[in-house]
T-cell receptor, first 114, second 111 residues
Framework: GAVVSQHPSRVICKSGTSVKIECRSL??????MFWYRQFPKKSLMLMAT?????????EQGVEKDKFLINHASLTLSTLTVTSAHPEDSSFYIC??????????FGPGTRLTVT | SQQGEEDPQALSIQEGENATMNCSYK?????LQWYRQNSGRGLVHLIL?????REKHSGRLRVTLDTSKKSSSLLITASRAADTASYFC???????????FGTGTRLTIIP
């Protein structure tokens, strides 16, 4: 199956700093990438949908200026959490799809803001 | 209201037994998908069932779909310790087929 990677897998940062998370589709070109957030023992909540070369579409309640998404190429999307605060601590998961219904998920990034 | 609610929220069974998880959804769908997530990891796609299908098999997995009741079930037969994970149903919606996930079932297989 298709492989999606995320980097870093874990990151700890201080409150007020920004953190960038990368999502890469390793063996296919992803027309669409999705970013999810997951709290402990909870389900995934879609944050935004990004298509290569266009602005991301954010879900209701997700702050665009706080969670910056860049989908610069068909194999790379980045999520930047700006001015992070402890409440932003979470598990962030990306997925990638190519024209079809199936999404391929990355392994996730655990963000801890101290 | 939440699209995709699963029950039970947690399930513990002995190794070798069958595990059944249920998912209900609220809007019309063209397909429903099941995913597995090991603790602290990403999601693995298990199976997709289309709205015109009633049952689908993949190895030890059996999925049913009842569109009249807006529900689906995932049956894992002859469970193994490695099946311990959280299981989510998901339905695609809108352009780009973005997924809405259910609340998930945490399955624990006791050796």
């Amino acid at each position: 199956g298709a492989v999606v990677s995320q980097h870093p897998s874990r990151v700890i940062c201080k409150s007020g700093t920004s953190v960038k998370i990368e999502c890469r589709s390793l063996d296919f070109q992803a027309t669409t990438m999705f970013w999810y957030r997951q709290f402990p023992k909870k389900s995934l909540m879609l944050m935004a949908t990004s298509n290569e070369g266009s602005k991301a579409t954010y879900e209701q309640g997700v702050e665009k200026d706080k969670f910056l998404i860049n989908h610069a190429s068909l194999t790379l999307s980045t999520l930047t959490v700006t001015s992070a605060h402890p409440e932003d601590s979470s598990f962030y998961i990306c997925s990638a799809s190519r024209y079809g219904y199936e999404q391929y998920f990355g392994p996730g990034t655990r963000l801890t803001v101290t | 209201s939440q699209q995709g609610e699963e029950d039970p929220q947690a399930l513990s069974i002995q190794e070798g037994e069958n595990a059944t998880m249920n998912c209900s959804y609220k809007t019309s769908i063209n397909n429903l998908q099941w995913y597995r997530q090991n603790s602290g990891r990403g999601l693995v796609h298990l199976i997709l069932i289309r709205s015109n299908e009633r049952e689908k098999h993949s190895g030890r997995l059996r999925v049913t779909l009842d569109t009249s009741k807006k529900s689906s079930s995932l049956l894992i037969t002859a469970s193994r310790a490695a099946d311990t994970a959280s299981y989510f149903c998901a339905t695609p919606r809108g352009p780009n087929e973005k997924l809405t996930f259910g609340t998930g079932t945490r399955l624990t297989i006791i050796p």
